[in-house]
């Protein structure tokens, strides 16, 4: 249980274009959910907190307008990066709040050219 | 701020080797202390987890104390194998796990036959 997909896995942009990522979890429902950035040697960075039905809460140096979420529904999320640069490019993770842990999608690779 | 150092990796053992991996973290609270597990082309997945001070927490032959003195939660495995290569991450939250996480940067682990 407690599966979680990410699409795409990898995807690369020209420089100024957006790019959509999707989050899914797939046999079970939670209201909050996280995007995360990862960066090479890096840790996992918070970027944003969604919960269903409300405005995301983004961390601070996050920008909101660059970094639009979608919390469309308990089973389904959105990152959609825009005018995207190369300074954009990185591994993007979401994870769905459980109970006790949360539960991690697979990671979306982004490369902006 | 809250915060989790964990040890450079990459960490390459033989089968049946001793491993630890070490985290300290520096929190406000009394925080809740995770490990998580990414093994290739997957999601992280919880490892282990500790919420209060001398909890162990345990789960397929790995083991991490909850040390409040040293603040610090490290990671054991008495005899590791193949199937544990893989990216560890040592993380913590304030608010029981299903809420912000705080992580380090991963230590990668490859066990050689």
């Known amino acids: 249980g407690a599966v979680v997909s990410q699409h795409p896995s990898w995807v690369i942009c020209k420089s100024g274009t957006s790019v959509k990522i999707e989050c899914r979890s797939l046999?079970?429902?939670?209201?909050?959910m996280f995007w995360y950035r990862q960066f090479p040697k890096q840790s996992l960075m918070l970027m944003a907190t969604?919960?269903?039905?409300?405005?995301?809460?983004?961390e601070q140096g996050v920008e909101k307008d660059k970094f639009l979420i979608n919390h469309a529904s308990l089973t389904l999320s959105t990152l959609t990066v825009t005018s995207a640069h190369p300074e954009d490019s990185s591994f993007y993770i979401c994870?769905?709040?459980?109970?006790?842990?949360?539960?991690f999608g697979p990671g979306t690779r982004l490369l902006v050219l | 701020g809250d915060s989790v150092t964990q040890m450079e990796g990459p960490v390459t053992l033989s089968e049946e080797a001793f491993l630890t991996i070490n985290c300290t973290y520096t929190?406000?609270?009394?925080?809740?202390l995770f490990w998580y597990v990414q093994y290739p082309g997957e999601g992280l997945q919880l490892l282990l987890k500790a919420t209060k001070a001398d909890d162990k927490g345990s789960n397929k032959g790995f083991e991490a104390t909850y040390r409040k003195e040293t603040t610090s939660f490290h990671l054991e495995k008495g005899s590791v194998q193949v199937s544990d290569s893989a990216v560890y991450f040592c993380?913590?939250?304030?608010?029981?796990?299903?809420?912000?996480?705080?992580f380090g940067k991963g230590t990668k682990l490859t066990v050689n036959p």
């Open positions: 993380a913590l939250s304030d608010q029981g796990g299903s809420e912000k996480l705080v």
């Open positions: 969604s919960n269903e039905g409300s405005k995301a809460t983004y």
């Open positions: 994870g769905w709040g459980g109970r006790e842990t949360q539960y």
């Open positions: 046999d079970f429902q939670a209201t909050t």
């Open positions: 929190a406000t609270g009394y925080p809740s």
